[in-house]
Protein backbone atom coordinates (compact mmCIF):
# COMPACT_ATOMS: atom_id res chain seq x y z
CA UNK A 1 0.00 0.00 0.00
CA UNK A 2 1.53 3.63 -0.70
CA UNK A 3 1.07 6.59 1.75
CA UNK A 4 1.07 9.81 0.09
CA UNK A 5 -1.68 12.14 0.22
CA UNK A 6 -3.93 12.73 -2.52
CA UNK A 7 -4.30 15.34 -3.96
CA UNK A 8 -8.43 15.77 -3.90
CA UNK A 9 -9.38 13.96 -0.99
CA UNK A 10 -13.13 12.36 -0.94
CA UNK A 11 -15.69 14.86 -0.08
CA UNK A 12 -19.74 15.06 -0.73
CA UNK A 13 -19.48 18.75 -2.90
CA UNK A 14 -23.54 18.84 -2.67
CA UNK A 15 -24.16 18.06 -5.77
CA UNK A 16 -27.28 19.22 -7.10
CA UNK A 17 -26.61 22.40 -4.51
CA UNK A 18 -29.49 25.36 -4.89
CA UNK A 19 -32.08 23.74 -2.29
CA UNK A 20 -32.50 20.87 0.75
CA UNK A 21 -30.69 17.90 -1.09
CA UNK A 22 -33.58 15.29 -1.31
CA UNK A 23 -33.47 12.00 0.61
CA UNK A 24 -31.37 9.19 -0.67
CA UNK A 25 -33.95 6.75 -0.64
CA UNK A 26 -37.62 7.43 -0.31
CA UNK A 27 -39.68 3.97 -0.02
CA UNK A 28 -43.33 4.26 0.45
CA UNK A 29 -45.84 1.52 0.26
CA UNK A 30 -43.59 -0.49 -1.71
CA UNK A 31 -44.95 -3.73 -2.84
CA UNK A 32 -43.35 -6.72 -4.97
CA UNK A 33 -45.18 -9.60 -6.08
CA UNK A 34 -42.98 -12.27 -7.66
CA UNK A 35 -44.26 -14.12 -11.01
CA UNK A 36 -44.38 -16.60 -9.40
CA UNK A 37 -47.49 -14.77 -6.99
CA UNK A 38 -45.25 -14.85 -4.16
CA UNK A 39 -45.77 -11.88 -1.94
CA UNK A 40 -42.02 -10.45 -1.03
CA UNK A 41 -42.76 -7.02 0.22
CA UNK A 42 -45.73 -6.39 1.26
CA UNK A 43 -46.04 -2.37 1.65
CA UNK A 44 -43.04 -1.29 3.17
CA UNK A 45 -42.04 2.37 3.81
CA UNK A 46 -38.67 4.00 4.55
CA UNK A 47 -36.77 6.21 4.18
CA UNK A 48 -32.81 6.72 4.17
CA UNK A 49 -30.63 10.72 4.55
CA UNK A 50 -27.45 11.47 2.34
CA UNK A 51 -25.03 10.52 4.99
CA UNK A 52 -26.62 7.85 6.99
CA UNK A 53 -26.02 4.34 7.61
CA UNK A 54 -29.75 2.86 7.06
CA UNK A 55 -30.08 -0.88 8.19
CA UNK A 56 -32.69 -3.39 6.60
CA UNK A 57 -32.48 -6.38 9.12
CA UNK A 58 -34.36 -9.83 8.55
CA UNK A 59 -34.12 -13.48 8.06
CA UNK A 60 -33.88 -15.21 4.92
CA UNK A 61 -36.63 -14.39 2.76
CA UNK A 62 -37.84 -11.38 4.66
CA UNK A 63 -38.33 -9.24 1.32
CA UNK A 64 -34.76 -7.37 1.87
CA UNK A 65 -33.03 -8.29 -1.40
CA UNK A 66 -36.68 -8.09 -2.74
CA UNK A 67 -36.38 -4.74 -1.84
CA UNK A 68 -32.75 -3.54 -2.75
CA UNK A 69 -33.20 -5.22 -5.83
CA UNK A 70 -36.40 -2.39 -6.56
CA UNK A 71 -33.77 -0.06 -5.38
CA UNK A 72 -30.97 -0.65 -7.49
CA UNK A 73 -33.72 -0.27 -10.09
CA UNK A 74 -32.76 -4.30 -10.93
CA UNK A 75 -36.67 -4.38 -10.70
CA UNK A 76 -40.41 -2.72 -11.12
CA UNK A 77 -42.23 -2.04 -7.99
CA UNK A 78 -46.21 -4.06 -8.03
CA UNK A 79 -47.22 -0.87 -6.42
CA UNK A 80 -46.22 1.89 -4.44
CA UNK A 81 -43.15 4.46 -5.34
CA UNK A 82 -39.50 4.68 -5.06
CA UNK A 83 -37.18 7.78 -5.41
CA UNK A 84 -33.52 7.60 -5.50
CA UNK A 85 -31.38 10.40 -4.75
CA UNK A 86 -35.00 12.18 -6.49
CA UNK A 87 -35.26 9.96 -9.01
CA UNK A 88 -37.27 6.91 -10.15
CA UNK A 89 -34.86 4.49 -10.23
CA UNK A 90 -36.15 2.47 -13.54
CA UNK A 91 -37.58 4.92 -15.64
CA UNK A 92 -35.05 8.17 -14.71
CA UNK A 93 -31.51 4.95 -14.42
CA UNK A 94 -29.25 6.93 -16.41
CA UNK A 95 -29.63 10.07 -13.68
CA UNK A 96 -28.91 7.54 -10.72
CA UNK A 97 -26.54 4.79 -11.68
CA UNK A 98 -23.58 7.51 -12.00
CA UNK A 99 -24.51 8.35 -8.79
CA UNK A 100 -24.63 4.81 -6.57
CA UNK A 101 -22.69 1.78 -6.22
CA UNK A 102 -24.14 -1.20 -5.52
CA UNK A 103 -23.22 -4.90 -4.22
CA UNK A 104 -25.07 -7.46 -4.97
CA UNK A 105 -25.29 -11.09 -2.82
CA UNK A 106 -24.21 -12.71 -5.56
CA UNK A 107 -21.47 -10.34 -6.53
CA UNK A 108 -21.43 -10.96 -10.19
CA UNK A 109 -18.01 -10.24 -11.64
CA UNK A 110 -16.77 -12.42 -14.27
CA UNK A 111 -14.06 -15.37 -13.15
CA UNK A 112 -12.05 -15.38 -15.99
CA UNK A 113 -10.99 -11.65 -15.65
CA UNK A 114 -8.08 -10.48 -13.49
CA UNK A 115 -9.03 -8.62 -10.95
CA UNK A 116 -7.55 -5.37 -12.19
CA UNK A 117 -9.59 -6.16 -15.61
CA UNK A 118 -12.72 -6.43 -13.57
CA UNK A 119 -11.82 -3.24 -12.15
CA UNK A 120 -10.75 -1.18 -15.16
CA UNK A 121 -13.57 -2.71 -17.18
CA UNK A 122 -16.26 -1.07 -14.97
CA UNK A 123 -14.06 2.02 -14.65
CA UNK A 124 -14.52 2.26 -18.48
CA UNK A 125 -17.71 2.18 -18.45
CA UNK A 126 -18.47 4.92 -15.68
CA UNK A 127 -18.88 8.60 -16.61
CA UNK A 128 -16.36 9.61 -13.87
CA UNK A 129 -14.57 6.86 -12.19
CA UNK A 130 -11.88 7.10 -9.45
CA UNK A 131 -8.18 5.38 -10.53
CA UNK A 132 -8.59 1.58 -10.54
CA UNK A 133 -4.83 0.78 -8.50
CA UNK A 134 -6.20 3.44 -5.97
CA UNK A 135 -9.13 2.10 -5.21
CA UNK A 136 -7.66 -1.34 -4.97
CA UNK A 137 -4.92 -0.65 -2.51
CA UNK A 138 -7.34 0.77 -0.21
CA UNK A 139 -9.12 -2.44 -0.22
CA UNK A 140 -5.74 -4.30 0.17
CA UNK A 141 -6.14 -6.19 -3.64
CA UNK A 142 -3.11 -4.75 -5.05
CA UNK A 143 -1.29 -7.71 -4.32
CA UNK A 144 -4.11 -9.87 -5.86
CA UNK A 145 -4.04 -7.42 -8.98
CA UNK A 146 -3.16 -9.58 -11.17
CA UNK A 147 -4.75 -12.98 -10.06
CA UNK A 148 -8.54 -14.39 -12.02
CA UNK A 149 -11.72 -13.36 -10.00
CA UNK A 150 -12.07 -17.23 -9.86
CA UNK A 151 -9.15 -17.97 -8.07
CA UNK A 152 -10.00 -15.24 -4.97
CA UNK A 153 -11.04 -16.31 -1.88
CA UNK A 154 -14.27 -15.64 -0.65
CA UNK A 155 -13.43 -12.65 1.42
CA UNK A 156 -11.05 -11.21 -1.43
CA UNK A 157 -14.14 -11.24 -4.08
CA UNK A 158 -16.43 -9.53 -1.66
CA UNK A 159 -13.75 -6.59 -0.99
CA UNK A 160 -12.95 -6.97 -5.33
CA UNK A 161 -17.09 -6.36 -4.96
CA UNK A 162 -16.71 -3.36 -2.95
CA UNK A 163 -13.64 -1.88 -4.72
CA UNK A 164 -16.00 -1.85 -7.81
CA UNK A 165 -18.96 -0.21 -5.87
CA UNK A 166 -16.76 2.11 -5.12
CA UNK A 167 -15.08 3.15 -8.25
CA UNK A 168 -17.75 6.14 -9.06
CA UNK A 169 -17.43 8.07 -5.98
CA UNK A 170 -21.02 7.07 -5.43
CA UNK A 171 -23.50 9.41 -3.25
CA UNK A 172 -25.31 6.23 -2.30
CA UNK A 173 -24.44 2.63 -1.37
CA UNK A 174 -26.53 -0.60 -1.70
CA UNK A 175 -24.67 -3.20 0.19
CA UNK A 176 -26.85 -6.95 0.09
CA UNK A 177 -25.28 -8.79 2.69
CA UNK A 178 -21.59 -6.97 2.43
CA UNK A 179 -19.81 -9.13 4.37
CA UNK A 180 -21.08 -12.81 4.17
CA UNK A 181 -17.84 -15.25 4.10
CA UNK A 182 -15.58 -12.58 5.62
CA UNK A 183 -13.79 -13.47 8.15
CA UNK A 184 -13.82 -11.83 11.30
CA UNK A 185 -10.90 -9.47 10.87
CA UNK A 186 -12.41 -8.82 7.44
CA UNK A 187 -15.32 -8.44 8.77
CA UNK A 188 -14.40 -5.19 10.32
CA UNK A 189 -12.26 -4.07 8.04
CA UNK A 190 -15.41 -3.70 6.16
CA UNK A 191 -17.42 -2.09 8.71
CA UNK A 192 -14.53 0.33 8.89
CA UNK A 193 -14.88 1.15 5.62
CA UNK A 194 -18.44 1.72 5.38
CA UNK A 195 -18.42 3.90 8.55
CA UNK A 196 -15.69 6.05 6.81
CA UNK A 197 -18.32 6.38 3.62
CA UNK A 198 -20.41 7.56 5.60
CA UNK A 199 -18.98 10.12 7.43
CA UNK A 200 -17.89 11.16 4.28
CA UNK A 201 -21.22 11.64 3.24
CA UNK A 202 -22.23 8.61 1.68
CA UNK A 203 -25.62 7.44 1.98
CA UNK A 204 -25.62 3.85 2.77
CA UNK A 205 -28.40 1.09 2.64
CA UNK A 206 -27.39 -2.04 4.40
CA UNK A 207 -29.27 -5.38 4.18
CA UNK A 208 -27.96 -8.00 6.47
CA UNK A 209 -29.03 -11.12 8.47
CA UNK A 210 -26.26 -10.28 10.79
CA UNK A 211 -27.62 -8.81 13.93
CA UNK A 212 -23.98 -7.72 15.10
CA UNK A 213 -23.51 -6.19 11.63
CA UNK A 214 -26.69 -3.83 12.54
CA UNK A 215 -25.92 -3.36 15.50
CA UNK A 216 -22.59 -1.90 15.19
CA UNK A 217 -23.39 -0.17 11.58
CA UNK A 218 -26.70 0.98 11.51
CA UNK A 219 -27.99 5.12 12.40
CA UNK A 220 -30.98 3.46 11.97
CA UNK A 221 -32.74 0.21 11.03
CA UNK A 222 -35.91 -1.57 9.80
CA UNK A 223 -36.55 -4.80 10.59
CA UNK A 224 -38.27 -6.98 7.86
CA UNK A 225 -40.15 -10.16 8.56
CA UNK A 226 -42.19 -11.69 5.98
CA UNK A 227 -42.41 -8.83 3.82
CA UNK A 228 -43.19 -6.07 6.58
CA UNK A 229 -41.79 -3.79 8.47
CA UNK A 230 -42.02 -4.83 11.91
CA UNK A 231 -40.13 -2.44 13.48
CA UNK A 232 -38.02 1.00 12.56
CA UNK A 233 -35.72 3.50 14.71
CA UNK A 234 -32.42 3.66 15.74
CA UNK A 235 -31.01 0.11 17.36
CA UNK A 236 -31.93 1.89 20.96
CA UNK A 237 -35.51 2.63 19.69
CA UNK A 238 -35.35 -1.03 18.44
CA UNK A 239 -33.76 -2.86 21.58
CA UNK A 240 -36.80 -0.78 23.57
CA UNK A 241 -39.54 -2.47 21.63
CA UNK A 242 -38.10 -5.83 23.63
CA UNK A 243 -37.56 -6.07 27.87
CA UNK A 244 -35.18 -6.98 29.99
CA UNK A 245 -35.70 -10.51 31.29
CA UNK A 246 -35.27 -12.31 34.92
CA UNK A 247 -35.43 -16.39 34.87
CA UNK A 248 -35.02 -19.13 37.04
CA UNK A 249 -35.79 -22.68 37.49
CA UNK A 250 -39.17 -22.90 39.01
CA UNK A 251 -39.29 -25.12 42.29
CA UNK A 252 -42.59 -27.23 42.32
CA UNK A 253 -42.56 -27.52 46.07
CA UNK A 254 -42.70 -23.51 46.23
CA UNK A 255 -45.29 -21.06 47.12
CA UNK A 256 -46.64 -19.00 44.55
CA UNK A 257 -43.68 -17.58 42.60
CA UNK A 258 -45.82 -14.98 40.79
CA UNK A 259 -46.49 -12.98 44.03
CA UNK A 260 -42.51 -12.21 44.26
CA UNK A 261 -42.48 -9.12 41.92
CA UNK A 262 -45.49 -7.01 41.74
CA UNK A 263 -45.85 -4.77 38.72
CA UNK A 264 -43.44 -6.90 36.30
CA UNK A 265 -45.07 -9.45 34.02
CA UNK A 266 -44.21 -12.84 35.00
CA UNK A 267 -44.93 -16.02 33.60
CA UNK A 268 -43.89 -19.52 33.32
CA UNK A 269 -41.63 -20.66 30.28
CA UNK A 270 -41.77 -24.37 30.31
CA UNK A 271 -40.21 -25.23 34.17
CA UNK A 272 -38.31 -21.75 34.36
CA UNK A 273 -40.44 -18.74 35.90
CA UNK A 274 -39.77 -15.03 33.77
CA UNK A 275 -40.05 -12.04 34.70
CA UNK A 276 -40.36 -9.25 31.97
CA UNK A 277 -39.50 -5.96 32.38
CA UNK A 278 -37.92 -2.34 31.33
CA UNK A 279 -36.08 -2.35 34.32
CA UNK A 280 -33.90 -4.65 34.48
CA UNK A 281 -31.44 -3.49 38.16
CA UNK A 282 -34.38 -2.48 39.87
CA UNK A 283 -36.36 -6.20 39.25
CA UNK A 284 -33.21 -8.17 39.60
CA UNK A 285 -32.64 -6.57 43.02
CA UNK A 286 -36.28 -6.83 44.04
CA UNK A 287 -36.22 -10.58 43.23
CA UNK A 288 -32.74 -10.97 44.74
CA UNK A 289 -34.46 -9.11 48.30
CA UNK A 290 -37.37 -11.41 47.62
CA UNK A 291 -35.35 -14.51 47.74
CA UNK A 292 -33.07 -13.13 50.63
CA UNK A 293 -36.52 -12.67 52.92
CA UNK A 294 -37.90 -15.99 51.61
CA UNK A 295 -34.26 -17.72 52.10
CA UNK A 296 -34.78 -19.24 48.58
CA UNK A 297 -31.98 -20.18 46.73
CA UNK A 298 -33.40 -19.39 42.77
CA UNK A 299 -31.75 -22.31 40.93
CA UNK A 300 -30.15 -21.30 37.17
CA UNK A 301 -30.50 -17.56 37.93
CA UNK A 302 -30.50 -15.73 34.89
CA UNK A 303 -30.66 -12.03 34.22
CA UNK A 304 -30.09 -10.69 30.29
CA UNK A 305 -30.58 -7.34 29.03
CA UNK A 306 -32.73 -6.38 26.30
CA UNK A 307 -30.58 -6.56 23.30
CA UNK A 308 -31.31 -6.41 19.69
CA UNK A 309 -30.87 -10.12 19.03
CA UNK A 310 -33.58 -10.81 21.67
CA UNK A 311 -35.84 -7.86 20.49
CA UNK A 312 -35.63 -9.02 17.01
CA UNK A 313 -37.05 -12.81 17.58
CA UNK A 314 -39.03 -11.52 19.44
CA UNK A 315 -40.62 -9.38 16.80
CA UNK A 316 -40.44 -12.30 14.40
CA UNK A 317 -42.61 -14.60 17.06
CA UNK A 318 -45.04 -11.78 17.18
CA UNK A 319 -45.54 -10.61 13.60
CA UNK A 320 -45.79 -14.33 13.26
CA UNK A 321 -48.55 -15.37 15.89
CA UNK A 322 -50.35 -12.34 14.59
CA UNK A 323 -50.71 -13.52 10.96
CA UNK B 1 -8.00 -1.86 4.54
CA UNK B 2 -5.96 -3.65 6.36
CA UNK B 3 -6.06 -6.96 7.50
CA UNK B 4 -2.52 -6.96 9.41
CA UNK B 5 -3.09 -3.70 11.16
CA UNK B 6 -6.02 -1.82 13.25
CA UNK B 7 -5.43 1.10 11.06
CA UNK B 8 -8.69 2.22 9.80
CA UNK B 9 -9.23 2.16 6.08
CA UNK B 10 -8.02 5.46 4.04
CA UNK B 11 -11.56 5.67 1.88
CA UNK B 12 -10.76 9.24 2.69
CA UNK B 13 -7.35 9.53 0.97
CA UNK B 14 -9.13 8.28 -2.17
CA UNK B 15 -9.02 10.59 -5.03
CA UNK B 16 -12.52 12.07 -6.39
CA UNK B 17 -13.52 9.88 -9.38
CA UNK B 18 -12.44 12.36 -12.68
CA UNK B 19 -13.97 12.49 -16.00
CA UNK B 20 -13.51 9.84 -18.24
CA UNK B 21 -11.14 10.70 -21.12
CA UNK B 22 -10.69 9.51 -24.74
CA UNK B 23 -11.42 9.25 -28.12
CA UNK B 24 -15.02 7.46 -28.05
CA UNK B 25 -18.34 8.93 -27.09
CA UNK B 26 -20.13 7.36 -23.77
CA UNK B 27 -21.97 4.86 -25.81
CA UNK B 28 -19.11 3.50 -27.57
CA UNK B 29 -16.81 4.00 -24.97
CA UNK B 30 -18.78 1.64 -22.65
CA UNK B 31 -19.87 -0.89 -25.65
CA UNK B 32 -15.91 -1.23 -26.57
CA UNK B 33 -14.85 -1.26 -22.62
CA UNK B 34 -17.35 -4.23 -22.31
CA UNK B 35 -16.35 -5.99 -25.97
CA UNK B 36 -12.69 -5.75 -25.09
CA UNK B 37 -13.27 -7.44 -21.71
CA UNK B 38 -15.61 -10.25 -23.38
CA UNK B 39 -12.82 -10.80 -26.03
CA UNK B 40 -10.31 -11.64 -23.20
CA UNK B 41 -12.54 -14.13 -21.92
CA UNK B 42 -13.29 -15.53 -25.25
CA UNK B 43 -9.40 -15.67 -25.10
CA UNK B 44 -9.13 -18.04 -21.95
CA UNK B 45 -11.89 -20.28 -22.98
CA UNK B 46 -10.43 -23.28 -24.87
CA UNK B 47 -13.54 -24.58 -26.28
CA UNK B 48 -15.08 -21.68 -27.31
CA UNK B 49 -11.92 -20.67 -28.63
CA UNK B 50 -11.62 -24.38 -30.44
CA UNK B 51 -14.76 -23.93 -31.70
CA UNK B 52 -14.29 -20.39 -33.04
CA UNK B 53 -10.91 -21.33 -35.25
CA UNK B 54 -10.51 -25.20 -35.34
CA UNK B 55 -14.18 -25.62 -36.89
CA UNK B 56 -13.74 -22.94 -39.56
CA UNK B 57 -10.03 -23.78 -40.38
CA UNK B 58 -10.99 -27.71 -40.58
CA UNK B 59 -13.94 -26.95 -42.59
CA UNK B 60 -11.82 -24.59 -45.37
CA UNK B 61 -9.51 -27.56 -45.85
CA UNK B 62 -12.64 -29.81 -46.33
CA UNK B 63 -14.27 -27.69 -48.49
CA UNK B 64 -10.38 -27.08 -50.67
CA UNK B 65 -10.25 -30.74 -51.05
CA UNK B 66 -13.26 -31.54 -52.28
CA UNK B 67 -13.75 -28.42 -54.79
CA UNK B 68 -10.18 -28.61 -56.19
CA UNK B 69 -10.63 -26.74 -59.04
CA UNK B 70 -14.09 -25.20 -58.91
CA UNK B 71 -12.99 -22.90 -56.72
CA UNK B 72 -11.20 -21.36 -58.74
CA UNK B 73 -14.79 -20.38 -60.58
CA UNK B 74 -17.45 -17.94 -59.71
CA UNK B 75 -19.87 -20.25 -58.62
CA UNK B 76 -17.55 -22.11 -56.76
CA UNK B 77 -16.31 -19.82 -54.77
CA UNK B 78 -19.00 -18.27 -53.89
CA UNK B 79 -20.61 -21.67 -52.99
CA UNK B 80 -17.73 -22.37 -50.63
CA UNK B 81 -17.77 -19.03 -48.89
CA UNK B 82 -21.47 -19.37 -48.40
CA UNK B 83 -20.57 -22.52 -46.80
CA UNK B 84 -17.89 -20.97 -44.53
CA UNK B 85 -20.13 -18.23 -43.89
CA UNK B 86 -23.27 -20.19 -42.84
CA UNK B 87 -21.06 -22.29 -40.17
CA UNK B 88 -19.48 -19.29 -38.82
CA UNK B 89 -22.24 -17.56 -38.44
CA UNK B 90 -23.68 -20.82 -36.66
CA UNK B 91 -20.93 -21.81 -34.54
CA UNK B 92 -19.14 -18.86 -33.55
CA UNK B 93 -21.55 -16.07 -33.72
CA UNK B 94 -24.89 -17.94 -32.79
CA UNK B 95 -23.37 -20.63 -30.16
CA UNK B 96 -20.53 -18.35 -29.08
CA UNK B 97 -23.05 -15.46 -28.19
CA UNK B 98 -25.52 -18.31 -26.57
CA UNK B 99 -23.04 -19.63 -24.68
CA UNK B 100 -21.69 -16.29 -23.14
CA UNK B 101 -25.25 -14.93 -22.70
CA UNK B 102 -25.96 -17.90 -20.59
CA UNK B 103 -22.55 -18.26 -18.89
CA UNK B 104 -22.65 -14.19 -17.81
CA UNK B 105 -26.29 -14.86 -16.85
CA UNK B 106 -25.70 -17.20 -14.31
CA UNK B 107 -22.81 -15.93 -12.86
CA UNK B 108 -24.65 -13.16 -12.24
CA UNK B 109 -22.74 -10.84 -14.41
CA UNK B 110 -25.19 -9.53 -16.28
CA UNK B 111 -27.02 -8.24 -12.98
CA UNK B 112 -24.45 -6.90 -11.93
CA UNK B 113 -23.77 -5.13 -15.14
CA UNK B 114 -27.55 -3.66 -15.21
CA UNK B 115 -26.75 -1.81 -11.79
CA UNK B 116 -24.10 0.13 -13.52
CA UNK B 117 -24.05 2.82 -15.94
CA UNK B 118 -24.03 0.62 -19.33
CA UNK B 119 -27.42 0.26 -21.09
CA UNK B 120 -28.84 -3.25 -22.20
CA UNK B 121 -28.00 -2.45 -25.36
CA UNK B 122 -24.53 -1.99 -24.88
CA UNK B 123 -23.95 -4.97 -22.81
CA UNK B 124 -25.56 -6.78 -25.53
CA UNK B 125 -23.80 -5.51 -28.23
CA UNK B 126 -20.57 -5.81 -26.26
CA UNK B 127 -21.27 -9.72 -25.89
CA UNK B 128 -21.70 -10.18 -29.76
CA UNK B 129 -18.78 -8.16 -30.65
CA UNK B 130 -15.78 -10.60 -30.22
CA UNK B 131 -17.78 -13.38 -31.93
CA UNK B 132 -19.18 -11.30 -34.90
CA UNK B 133 -15.50 -9.90 -35.69
CA UNK B 134 -14.05 -13.05 -35.34
CA UNK B 135 -16.20 -13.97 -38.13
CA UNK B 136 -15.21 -11.38 -40.42
CA UNK B 137 -11.55 -11.91 -39.87
CA UNK B 138 -11.99 -15.44 -40.61
CA UNK B 139 -13.86 -14.63 -43.82
CA UNK B 140 -11.61 -12.39 -45.05
CA UNK B 141 -8.82 -14.34 -44.33
CA UNK B 142 -10.20 -17.10 -46.27
CA UNK B 143 -11.13 -14.99 -49.06
CA UNK B 144 -7.71 -13.51 -49.45
CA UNK B 145 -5.75 -17.16 -49.13
CA UNK B 146 -7.93 -18.51 -51.18
CA UNK B 147 -7.67 -15.89 -54.12
CA UNK B 148 -3.62 -15.90 -53.22
CA UNK B 149 -3.18 -19.94 -53.01
CA UNK B 150 -6.32 -21.05 -54.84
CA UNK B 151 -6.82 -18.61 -57.29
CA UNK B 152 -10.52 -17.97 -56.25
CA UNK B 153 -11.86 -15.07 -58.15
CA UNK B 154 -12.40 -11.36 -55.63
CA UNK B 155 -16.76 -10.97 -54.93
CA UNK B 156 -17.70 -9.04 -57.84
CA UNK B 157 -20.24 -6.70 -55.44
CA UNK B 158 -18.16 -6.30 -52.39
CA UNK B 159 -21.17 -4.48 -50.71
CA UNK B 160 -23.34 -6.57 -50.55
CA UNK B 161 -20.72 -9.26 -49.55
CA UNK B 162 -20.56 -6.95 -46.40
CA UNK B 163 -24.12 -6.40 -45.76
CA UNK B 164 -24.75 -10.04 -46.06
CA UNK B 165 -21.71 -10.14 -43.24
CA UNK B 166 -23.09 -7.52 -41.11
CA UNK B 167 -26.97 -8.67 -41.23
CA UNK B 168 -25.64 -12.04 -40.47
CA UNK B 169 -23.92 -11.32 -37.63
CA UNK B 170 -26.32 -9.29 -36.08
CA UNK B 171 -29.56 -11.97 -36.81
CA UNK B 172 -27.72 -14.65 -35.58
CA UNK B 173 -26.83 -12.99 -32.26
CA UNK B 174 -30.09 -12.03 -31.69
CA UNK B 175 -31.13 -15.14 -32.03
CA UNK B 176 -28.65 -16.43 -29.65
CA UNK B 177 -30.33 -13.88 -27.34
CA UNK B 178 -33.49 -15.38 -27.71
CA UNK B 179 -32.36 -18.93 -27.58
CA UNK B 180 -30.95 -17.84 -23.92
CA UNK B 181 -33.94 -16.74 -22.82
CA UNK B 182 -35.30 -20.42 -22.71
CA UNK B 183 -32.11 -21.89 -22.02
CA UNK B 184 -31.33 -22.84 -17.78
CA UNK B 185 -28.02 -24.23 -18.52
CA UNK B 186 -24.44 -24.01 -20.38
CA UNK B 187 -25.52 -27.66 -20.91
CA UNK B 188 -28.80 -27.15 -22.12
CA UNK B 189 -27.71 -24.66 -24.77
CA UNK B 190 -26.38 -27.78 -26.07
CA UNK B 191 -29.94 -28.94 -26.55
CA UNK B 192 -31.67 -25.29 -27.10
CA UNK B 193 -29.30 -24.35 -30.08
CA UNK B 194 -30.34 -27.61 -31.87
CA UNK B 195 -33.39 -26.24 -33.71
CA UNK B 196 -32.18 -22.37 -34.25
CA UNK B 197 -29.07 -24.95 -35.92
CA UNK B 198 -31.22 -27.16 -38.26
CA UNK B 199 -33.73 -24.86 -38.97
CA UNK B 200 -31.15 -22.16 -40.29
CA UNK B 201 -28.42 -24.57 -42.26
CA UNK B 202 -31.57 -26.61 -43.89
CA UNK B 203 -33.44 -23.28 -44.74
CA UNK B 204 -29.75 -21.86 -46.57
CA UNK B 205 -29.19 -25.46 -47.48
CA UNK B 206 -25.84 -25.74 -45.94
CA UNK B 207 -27.21 -29.54 -45.45
CA UNK B 208 -29.17 -30.26 -48.27
CA UNK B 209 -29.67 -28.16 -51.66
CA UNK B 210 -32.26 -25.50 -51.32
CA UNK B 211 -33.92 -26.60 -54.67
CA UNK B 212 -34.37 -30.52 -53.10
CA UNK B 213 -36.55 -29.70 -50.82
CA UNK B 214 -40.27 -29.97 -51.59
CA UNK B 215 -41.79 -26.92 -52.68
CA UNK B 216 -43.55 -25.65 -50.25
CA UNK B 217 -40.90 -26.12 -48.19
CA UNK B 218 -38.57 -24.17 -50.03
CA UNK B 219 -40.63 -21.45 -50.31
CA UNK B 220 -40.67 -20.96 -46.60
CA UNK B 221 -37.24 -21.54 -46.45
CA UNK B 222 -36.46 -18.70 -48.35
CA UNK B 223 -37.12 -17.09 -45.19
CA UNK B 224 -35.24 -18.60 -42.83
CA UNK B 225 -32.50 -16.35 -40.81
CA UNK B 226 -30.10 -17.75 -43.10
CA UNK B 227 -31.51 -18.20 -46.40
CA UNK B 228 -31.40 -14.48 -47.33
CA UNK B 229 -27.23 -14.06 -46.25
CA UNK B 230 -26.39 -16.85 -48.41
CA UNK B 231 -28.53 -15.44 -51.45
CA UNK B 232 -26.44 -11.80 -50.62
CA UNK B 233 -23.30 -13.71 -50.82
CA UNK B 234 -24.09 -15.80 -53.95
CA UNK B 235 -25.45 -12.31 -55.76
CA UNK B 236 -22.07 -10.62 -54.36
CA UNK B 237 -20.10 -12.85 -56.03
CA UNK B 238 -21.80 -13.88 -59.33
CA UNK B 239 -24.57 -12.58 -59.88
CA UNK B 240 -26.40 -9.18 -61.08
CA UNK B 241 -29.62 -9.61 -58.96
CA UNK B 242 -32.04 -7.50 -59.59
CA UNK B 243 -32.85 -4.44 -57.30
CA UNK B 244 -36.52 -5.92 -56.10
CA UNK B 245 -34.52 -9.36 -55.06
CA UNK B 246 -31.91 -7.46 -52.60
CA UNK B 247 -34.32 -5.17 -51.50
CA UNK B 248 -36.68 -8.46 -50.49
CA UNK B 249 -33.32 -10.01 -48.78
CA UNK B 250 -32.41 -7.28 -46.80
CA UNK B 251 -36.13 -7.03 -45.94
CA UNK B 252 -36.05 -10.48 -44.81
CA UNK B 253 -32.84 -9.84 -42.75
CA UNK B 254 -33.99 -6.70 -41.15
CA UNK B 255 -37.62 -8.13 -39.98
CA UNK B 256 -35.45 -10.77 -38.18
CA UNK B 257 -33.10 -8.01 -36.36
CA UNK B 258 -36.73 -6.46 -35.77
CA UNK B 259 -38.54 -9.66 -34.66
CA UNK B 260 -35.20 -10.43 -32.74
CA UNK B 261 -34.85 -7.28 -30.77
CA UNK B 262 -38.57 -7.23 -29.87
CA UNK B 263 -38.52 -11.03 -28.24
CA UNK B 264 -35.18 -9.78 -26.47
CA UNK B 265 -36.87 -6.82 -24.87
CA UNK B 266 -39.44 -8.82 -23.95
CA UNK B 267 -38.04 -12.17 -22.84
CA UNK B 268 -34.62 -11.60 -22.34
CA UNK B 269 -33.72 -13.23 -18.66
CA UNK B 270 -30.89 -11.09 -17.04
CA UNK B 271 -30.97 -12.76 -13.57
CA UNK B 272 -29.72 -16.36 -12.81
CA UNK B 273 -32.21 -18.95 -13.03
CA UNK B 274 -30.47 -21.69 -11.07
Redesign the interface.
Known amino acids: MTTQTPAEPLQRTGRGAGGPAPAAVEVRDLRRTHASGAEAVRGISFTVQPGEVFGLLGTNGAGKTSTTEVVAGLAAATSGTVRVLGHDPVRERRRVRPRTGVVLQSGGLPGDLTVTEAATTWAATLTAARPVGDVLDVLDLTRRASTTVKSLSGGERRRLDLAVALLGDPDLLLLDEPTTGLDAESRRAVWDLVRDLSAAGTAVLLTTHHLEEAEHLADRLAVMHRGLVVAEGTVADVVATHRAEVRWHRDAGRPDDTALAPGDAVSFDGRHVVVRTASLQRTLARVLAWADAQRLELPELRATPASLETAFLALARSADETR | ?3 TTDA ?13 RGPLP ?1 SL ?2 T ?3 A ?2 EG ?2 LR ?2 RTALFTALALPVGFVALVASVAGARLATPTGAAGAVNLLLGVLLLMVVFYNVLSAAVA ?1 RE ?13 DEEVLTAMAVPSAALTVAIAAVFGVAGAVALDMPLPGRPLLLALAVVLGCAVMALLALVTAAFTRTLESAQITSLPVIAVCGLGAGLFVPADALPGALARVAGFTPLAPVVELVRAGWIGDPSAADVAVWTATLLAWVLLGSLVVRARFR ?3 RS
Open positions: MSTPPRVAALPAAAPAGRRAALGARMRNREGVLQRLRTGEAAWSP
